[in-house]
């Protein structure tokens, strides 16, 4: 597979053997300094990035090509393979990040760099030298984050204090499932805390301990008083998508709560707000401030000045700024210093602000942190569990064969992350 990289030296190599019949300006476009990106975004996300980095060029003088893609792991895998990858990649999975560390196909972060990745954005991972000697470094910096450990509702709808009607899609291509994982580690996050939460996402406490299946339980009770036919279903429904150009699964009208990160309130309106996930499920303790995160990181992959210097443009206000402006109002894109953007925000950015200011404690996505290996296998035991939530022998079984995977992993030490919980702003 020919890249986008590996067009761009062809094109420029064209342009070093053209003599004047072919002109001048051409080329001289061409031989600017120019830099790859890869990212997740897609259509609209896409357009207010590109018109952020088009900022950027004014001030830097380089020129960025911007490759979005939803298979973002394939993608980068392909181009690792073909020894063509990009100058710089935005990725949201830190596990997956931290294999590209150790592999030595991500870069550490100069110092100047390192200390601005902070809190649960910017872990420091631990690699072996060409010496053997154990070294720990930053390789990423956090581009954009999003809240997960919230329930969507309109204003005035019902709450959580009968049966509830949970909106449910599970389907996303080639990761489908990510929804219920998310619901699964919410809960533990909710119920147990972040200690507990982190040992297990490092692999540190057995799937098959006590508390992390009462996670999976609690979340089987709500299915249940969702209909016996709520989990099969959701397997096969998209996680926004409602077809013919309709986006929300709010917008349906049969369900009422939508346990969704906060990227979602792109297809509502301001009667739709978010809550903390304990004051809508009954039973969670109150007490916590505690929410789960998730982020898209970038990472060089081909070391320059001008790499770095892109990394320096996404964490600093005035490129954030830019970037807010150039997106829609439901858009608009979250930092992790806790900022949207300049004024004026919708209400529902507003109070996603508000949630993450007033934590006590965040914690990144828990199977965005693991292995990809375990991820996967997670995202595929949540689909099957949802076949049959209530079938006690299968949650058992499921519980067993990801503990299994864990198990795994540890021998061949894949578990790269040591903590995942931060106060904001540390």
């Known amino acids: 597979m020919r890249t986008v990289r ?13 003599g004047p019949v072919l002109g001048t300006a051409g ?7 120019t830099l790859v990106v890869l990212g997740p975004w ?14 950027i060029t004014e001030r830097t003088g380089v020129r960025y090509v911007y490759e979005g893609t939803r298979s973002l792991r394939e993608t980068l895998v392909a181009q690792l393979r073909t020894d063509s990858p990009p100058d710089v990649a935005i990725l949201n999975g830190q596990g ?3 294999e590209y560390a150790r592999d030595g196909d991500a870069h550490p972060l100069p110092d100047g760099l ?3 990745s902070f809190g649960p954005w910017g872990p420091r991972i631990t690699v072996r030298n060409k010496d053997g000697e154990q070294r720990q470094h930053t390789y990423w910096v956090p581009v954009r984050v999003d809240l997960k450990s919230i329930v969507w509702r309109r204003d005035g709808g019902e709450q959580a204090t009968g049966p509830a009607r949970w909106c449910l899609g599970m389907a996303s291509g080639a990761t489908s499932g990510w929804p219920g994982t998310d619901w699964i580690e919410d809960l533990l996050l909710q119920r147990q805390g972040p200690d507990v939460y982190t040992d297990w996402a490092t692999g540190e406490l057995a799937w098959t301990d006590t508390k992390v299946k009462r996670a999976w339980q609690e979340w089987r009770e709500l299915l249940v008083a969702a209909g016996p036919k709520a989990g099969p279903k959701a397997v096969f429904t998209p996680f926004e998508s409602l077809g013919d150009g309709r986006w929300g699964l709010l917008n349906r009208g049969d369900c009422a709560l939508e346990h969704q990160g906060s990227f979602i ?3 509502y309106g301001d009667d739709v707000m978010p809550a903390p996930t304990p ?3 009954p039973g969670l303790p109150d007490h916590r401030k505690v929410h789960e995160v998730s982020g898209d990181m970038a990472a060089v992959f081909t070391p320059s000045d001008a790499a770095w210097e892109l990394l320096r443009q996404f964490i600093d206000r005035r490129t954030r700024d830019e970037w807010a402006a150039a997106a829609l109002p439901v858009e608009r894109p979250f930092f992790s210093d806790g900022t949207a953007g300049p004024d004026p925000l919708t209400p529902g950015t507003k109070a996603v602000l508000r949630l993450f200011r007033e934590a006590d404690e965040l914690c990144f996505d828990a199977s965005d942190a693991m292995p990809s290996t375990l991820r996967g296998a997670f995202q595929r035991a949540v689909l099957e569990f949802l076949t049959a939530p209530q079938d006690t022998e299968l949650l058992d079984r499921l519980l067993g064969q990801l503990d299994a995977e864990r198990r795994l992993q540890i021998q061949a030490d894949a578990f790269a992350l040591e903590d995942l919980c ?5």
């Open 265 to 267: 309130r792109r297809h």
């Open 422 to 426: 931060g106060r904001p702003g540390d």
């Open 6 to 18: 590996a067009l761009l030296r062809a094109v420029l190599a064209g342009c070093l053997f053209a």
């Open 42 to 55: 897609t259509d609209g996300e896409e357009r207010s990035f590109v018109a952020m980095l088009a900022k």
């Open 279 to 281: 004051d809508v499920v």
């Open 96 to 98: 997956e990040l931290a």
């Open 27 to 33: 080329c001289a476009d061409r031989e600017e300094p």
């Open 114 to 116: 390192a200390s601005a």
